[in-house]
């Protein structure tokens, strides 16, 4: 029976059916007006969890990212565990290593003060010789001319023993600074088992190794708290998918109360009842009208071509926000468009916007005071009134666009760019071009 209704247009519907009495009429309007409060809360409501779902979706995304910089701060823990590990490591190394040297620098001690005590014999066994050699001498002076050549090599002992000697206490100055040197070096690095004051070099070790432990507990800590914190993340993100799935099911609910309160409007339309919403169902109607034969008499006078007129390869406008696009028939329709479009926006009180859409959502020219150039940097001014060249894909839009029955009426909420959003009705009619079916008219107004 809905279809039989919805095949006949309002005028047509109204001149074929029967008289109705006042209280028949009364009862159907009664029920338009019910309808349409009814489609008005559940475009708001359907609009509001809309809302809710985005914000919902922003906040899951977010959630992501956060879990996965947790993930990437575990790794890098994970990270630094390891690095920590092998630092300490590392310093056991090098302890053991500078023991191993301390040792044999305590050899080399002992090596030193071995030599030292070799060139004091020497130098003993040096001064010796000298007193040898000096008694010597004075005996072979004492010989006279029998004794001199003796003399000679007692004074040639004499020289070198004094030579021996000052070479023995050379050797015995320098062994003994490389002993104070060495020995030192010793006390720094050597290890001194049982006692708690140990050299600077192994202090510092100690200093590291105490530090680097330092470095791993904290970061032992901090994975431990992350791991926690990802455990939670895990927790809340499950919660929110069950709270998306919850809003989805909802968002399905509130479109079946819409569609209830739009079939119900229709019905009563197509009863030939005047409504409220009558005269603007028969001016989409007349507009849509108007645009099929002037795109008709376009392709028929070769201004364009059918195959152009029905271009659907849209070429983005670089640098647009919101983007926008551009088609083969641009030039056409905006040289058409508005002597139609802006008429019939001035024809009834509360409509909002009269414009033609094609199949798509795409508006190739609006209004002609929503077809403002964008100003760049200001989305929220673009959005409001640069709202030509663009692609509208949301229900209303699709709805509208391709819809081939004689009328279509349906309530949502508009953007109305800046944050103002309406609840609105929007009438549309479908326009053909030679039998083929191009788009639609949107006319939508307030209740």
């Known amino acids: 029976m809905l279809a039989l209704f919805r095949k006949t247009p309002p005028r047509a519907a109204a001149a074929a059916a029967p008289a109705a009495g006042p209280d028949l009429l009364g009862a159907i309007r009664a029920i338009a007006r019910q309808a349409s409060s009814l489609g008005r809360d559940a475009a708001e409501a359907r609009g509001l969890v809309e809302d809710t779902a985005k914000l919902s979706q922003q906040q899951a995304q977010a959630v992501q990212a956060l879990g996965s910089q947790i993930e990437q701060v575990q790794r890098a823990q994970g990270g630094i565990g390891s690095t920590t590990d092998e630092s300490l490591k590392a310093v056991e190394r090098a302890r053991t290593a500078v023991a191993d040297v301390g040792a044999e620098v305590g050899r080399i001690v002992d090596t030193l003060?071995?030599?030292?005590?070799?060139?004091?014999?020497?130098?003993?066994?040096?001064l010796q010789t000298r007193l040898v050699?000096?008694?010597?001498?004075?005996?072979?002076?004492?010989?006279?001319?029998?004794?001199?050549?003796?003399?000679?090599?007692?004074?040639?002992?004499?020289?070198?023993s004094a030579q021996v000697e000052a070479s023995s206490k050379a050797i015995m100055g320098t062994v003994g600074e490389l002993d104070a040197r060495v020995g030192a070096l010793a006390k720094e690095i050597q290890v001194r088992e049982?006692?708690?004051?140990?050299?600077?070099?192994?202090?510092?070790?100690?200093?590291?190794?105490?530090?680097?432990?330092?470095?791993?507990?904290?970061?032992?800590q901090s994975r431990s708290t992350c791991d926690g914190l990802a455990e939670q993340m895990g927790g809340i993100q499950r919660e929110m998918q069950r709270a998306s799935e919850a809003l989805d099911a909802t968002n399905k609910r509130s479109e079946a109360f819409l569609k209830v309160s739009e079939t119900l409007i229709e019905v009563v339309a197509d009863s030939g009842v005047e409504t409220e919403d009558t005269p603007y169902i028969r001016l989409a109607?007349?507009?849509?009208?108007?645009?099929?034969?002037?795109?008709?008499?376009?392709?028929?006078?070769?201004?364009?071509?059918?195959?152009?007129?029905?271009?659907?390869?849209?070429?983005?406008?670089?640098?647009?926000?919101?983007?926008?696009?551009?088609?083969?028939?641009?030039?056409?329709?905006?040289?058409l468009f508005p002597q139609v479009q802006d008429k019939a926006l001035e024809s009834l009180p509360k409509i909002v916007l009269c414009c033609a859409t094609d199949r798509n959502g795409y508006i190739p020219t609006h209004n002609s005071k929503y077809c403002q150039p964008q100003r760049t940097g200001d989305l929220l001014w673009n959005t409001a009134n640069s709202r030509w060249r663009r692609i509208f894909s949301d229900r209303t839009a699709l709805g509208s666009g391709r819809?081939?029955?004689?009328?279509?009426?349906?309530?949502?909420?508009?953007?109305?760019?800046?944050?103002?959003?309406?609840?609105m009705k929007e009438a549309a009619a479908p326009i053909t071009v030679n039998g083929k079916h191009w788009g639609g008219v949107r006319l939508a107004f307030q209740f």
């Open 285 to 335: 109607q007349q507009t849509a009208a108007q645009l099929s034969q002037l795109l008709e008499g376009a392709v028929r006078t070769g201004a364009i071509s059918e195959a152009d007129l029905f271009d659907e390869q849209y070429r983005p406008i670089q640098g647009s926000n919101p983007p926008q696009h551009l088609t083969h028939y641009n030039e056409l329709t905006d040289r």
């Open 113 to 126: 003060r071995q030599v030292a005590d070799a060139a004091s014999q020497i130098t003993q066994i040096a």
């Open 403 to 423: 819809n081939k029955r004689p009328f279509l009426l349906q309530t949502y909420r508009r953007d109305m760019g800046g944050g103002n959003l309406i609840v």
């Open 133 to 160: 050699a000096f008694n010597a001498s004075v005996e072979a002076k004492r010989a006279g001319e029998a004794g001199r050549g003796f003399g000679v090599v007692a004074d040639a002992v004499k020289d070198l």
């Open 194 to 220: 049982g006692q708690g004051q140990q050299g600077a070099f192994h202090r510092a070790l100690a200093e590291v190794q105490q530090g680097v432990g330092q470095i791993a507990a904290a970061a032992a």
